[in-house]
């Protein structure tokens, strides 16, 4: 079992930034970011591998966000810059164990607000 705890949401300014990062209890295949936007399905955001060799974004995001680790804290982050109005959603991390698996691991969820 591992256990996913995000941090760093909050309220911004659109065009402003923010880090949100997610500490895992134990090591997976990779780990991801998804977001639910208010009556909205929850959608994909951006993946990693541990070793950092394999990153993947929404095209929504794509040249806005990065996603990186840090190994030594088995944590992972997501720098969001720019931010739009329609990046306001609750965002999860969520781990897997294997490259075929579905994301099993969640986390409790952080909100970001992004004000216009």
């Known amino acids: 079992q591992v256990q996913l705890v995000e941090s760093g949401g909050g309220l911004v300014q659109a065009g402003g930034s923010l880090r949100l990062s997610c500490a895992a209890s134990?090591?997976?295949?990779?780990m991801g970011w998804f977001r639910q936007a208010p009556g909205k399905e929850r959608e994909f955001v951006a993946t990693?591998?541990?070793?950092?060799?394999?990153?993947y974004y929404a095209a929504s995001v794509k040249g806005r966000f990065t996603i990186s680790t840090d190994n030594a804290k088995n944590t992972v982050y997501l720098q969001m810059n720019s931010l739009k109005p329609e990046d306001t959603a609750v965002y999860y991390c969520?781990?897997?164990?294997?490259?075929?698996?579905?994301?099993?691991?969640w986390g409790q969820g952080t909100r970001v607000t992004v004000s216009s």
């Open positions: 969520a781990a897997r164990t294997t490259s075929y698996s579905s994301y099993s691991f």
């Open positions: 990693i591998t541990w070793s950092g060799s394999s990153t």
């Open positions: 134990g090591r997976t295949y990779d």
